[in-house]
């Protein structure tokens, strides 16, 4: 059981940690006390900002002492209110920003050590100066720490090839629930002592461990990059060609990333300083990227796939970039949706997988269902085709007032939505975790026994609850 902060422990946490790395003012909690989406506000009672291992877990201890309530938190940039606060006042946000070390590249055997609050964006170019890179990506890479894409096993448009977070993590450094430090940092191929405490911190949402820093995999800089965009008429239609490459090319697919042109238009309304790649518009797009070396001619091998899916009747269209800055234009349009989409106006976002196969079916088939249940709801579906997942978002009727439809709908079309996608052996988080805004449905709609070997977990390494309370499992 929590209680809160006594003024007692928070003079002491301000002794440990210095004017740096305490706050309880207004304004410097004021910005890390609402989500990225401005749909969870908190409040806490102080902001603790540790510099190094050894301060958090100093913190931490003094923390179980006083049974005090700890909500890690890294760039703030998670979709789900996994690091924001509740309104009580009485948590105590901790963040990693200030644990912003690489503490070594290793160039030679390809793995990097960096601290929890290493910005995605900065360890990239670190990586890149050393002839490697960090083959994960995303929309929100210049404010996504290390330490949250950790404890959220983050994915991106680079999961086709090298799988999410966890399949780049080769070590882990966290302080655990009674100020203990787990190290294990050191990249073991073998390692068969049990659980994989690696893993089980690897997406656990804070809520068993502080991550404070990790081994990552490097793979070599890619030299040579070919990026087309294409339009098609279809889900299905992009599934052939999805199988088409990855049969002919292989490796080398890197993203693989659909696009409705509801989407489109969207961002090019929007967003500034953007164009449609293409002279006609097509009611759907793909976004493929091939990676790899000069060697490899990629732009040859992808201009001779597309031009038998032209001739197959596959596809309806293809501009290939020309160069690396036509490259990013297309992936601006691709990383825009989601701030396009805040512009529209209100919608209800899920984040979603199902098996590849099916996943044209689930696109096809749940608009018709949310119309049946919703008359006027709208959806629109993007995103990583090529591993399953897609962004699927449920807007109000046109002529309704949006916050309002989603007070009283919101529920029940996500709940719809959710059944869909477990009914086709899916997940209802599929990169962005479930936070405090899918605990509930989580509970309703998951697998009991997945649900009660959860639970089990989160009462062996925290059975006071203090770690990130109210989040994932409650």
């Known amino acids: 059981m929590t209680r809160p902060p006594s003024p007692d422990l928070l003079s002491r946490l301000a002794a440990l940690l210095g004017p740096k790395g305490f706050a309880t003012s207004d304004e410097d909690l004021a910005p890390w006390l609402t989500d990225w989406r401005g749909k969870y506000h908190g409040r806490a009672a102080a902001m603790l900002s540790p510099a190094s291992t050894e301060e958090v877990a100093a913190v931490v201890r003094l923390c179980a002492e006083n049974d005090a309530a700890i909500v890690p938190q890294g760039g703030n940039s998670g979709m789900v209110g996994g690091a924001t606060p509740d309104a009580s006042g009485t948590q105590l946000l901790l ?27 900065t360890f990239h170019h670190a990586a890149l100066a050393e002839g490697l890179r960090f083959p994960l990506t995303l929309g929100g890479k210049g404010s996504a720490t290390i330490g949250g894409l950790v404890s959220t096993n983050a994915g991106g448009t680079q999961v086709l090839r090298h799988g999410t977070m966890r399949a780049l993590v080769a070590g882990v450094e966290a302080v655990l629930p009674d100020g203990s430090l787990f190290d294990g940092l050191a990249p073991l191929k073998k390692d068969n002592r049990g659980y994989d405490l690696r893993h089980l911190l690897c997406g656990a949402e804070g809520t068993l461990g502080v991550v404070t ?34 049969a002919a090319i ?100 899920h984040d979603v997988s199902v098996p590849v196969d099916r996943m044209p079916r689930f696109i096809a088939d749940n608009p018709a269902r949310l119309t049946a249940a919703f008359p006027g709801a709208r959806a629109l579906s993007f995103g990583h085709l ?13 002529d309704s007032d949006g916050r309002a439809w989603i007070a009283a709908h919101g529920e029940d079309a996500s709940r719809l939505v959710y059944r869909h996608v477990i009914e086709l052996g899916g997940s209802i988080s599929a990169e962005h975790g479930i936070g405090q805004m899918k605990r509930d449905v989580f509970a309703q709609l998951d697998s009991p026994a997945r649900l009660a070997a959860l639970r089990g ?16 499992i409650g």
């Open 95 to 121: 963040s990693t920003r200030r644990l912003n070390r690489i503490r070594s590249i290793d160039a030679a055997a390809g793995f990097a050590v960096a601290e929890a609050g290493v910005i995605l964006e």
């Open 457 to 472: 977990v989160k009462a062996g390494l925290d059975p006071a609850g203090l770690f990130n309370p109210g989040k994932l």
């Open 250 to 349: 292989g490796a080398p697919l890197e993203g693989f990333e659909i696009v409705p042109h509801g989407c489109l238009d969207a961002v090019l309304y929007h967003i500034p300083q953007t164009r449609a790649p293409l002279d006609a518009p097509h009611a759907w797009y793909a976004l493929v990227e091939l990676a790899g070396g000069k060697t490899d001619d990629l732009s040859a091998r992808l201009e001779t796939q597309l031009a038998i899916a032209l001739q197959n009747g596959v596809i309806d269209d293809v501009v290939i970039a020309k160069n690396d800055r036509e490259s990013d234009d297309f992936w601006r349009l691709r990383d825009s949706i989601s701030e396009a989409e805040r512009a529209e106006g209100p919608a209800i976002q």
């Open 213 to 246: 820093a990790a081994t990552l995999r490097l793979v070599p800089a890619a030299p040579d990059r070919t990026t087309a965009w294409i339009g098609l008429a279809s889900p299905d239609k992009a599934l052939l060609l999805l199988r088409q490459l990855d």
């Open 386 to 398: 090529g591993d399953g997942n897609v962004h699927h978002h449920v807007q109000p009727p046109a």
